[in-house]
């Protein structure tokens, strides 16, 4: 059984950083896509990066230039360093991974953004 185990959330000032890790564990394989999805309460959850196996990147256009995401396939784990941090930012942050053409999902980790 999969599972993926998220961690690094949190209360930050705007301006500042966290980051996020998630690990996958279990009987997975042919990792293809790593990526971060985030959601508010009363809206759809929505992309923030992603990251494919064969190195490529994207971003969705909010967060560009202040987020970086890495992966690291032998752990089986994808980051997503968060910088310049702002209150928008605030919301349930959840990895995906899909692997083997089915797709993971984390518990979601909470960040908050507020002075």
């Known amino acids: 059984q999969v599972q993926l185990v998220e961690s690094g959330g949190g209360l930050v000032q705007p301006g500042g950083s966290l980051r996020l890790s998630c690990a996958a564990s279990g009987s997975i394989f042919n990792i293809n896509v790593m990526g971060w999805y985030r959601q508010v309460p009363g809206k759809e959850r929505e992309l923030v990066a992603q990251a494919f196996s064969g190195g490529s990147t994207m971003y969705a256009n909010s967060v560009k230039g202040r987020f970086t995401i890495s992966r690291d396939n032998v752990k089986n784990t994808v980051y997503l360093q968060m910088n310049s941090l702002k209150p928008d930012d605030t919301a349930v942050y959840y990895c995906?991974?899909?692997?083997?053409?089915?797709?993971?999902w984390g518990q979601g980790t909470q960040v908050t953004v507020s002075s």
């Open positions: 995906n991974i899909v692997a083997s053409y089915r797709s993971y």
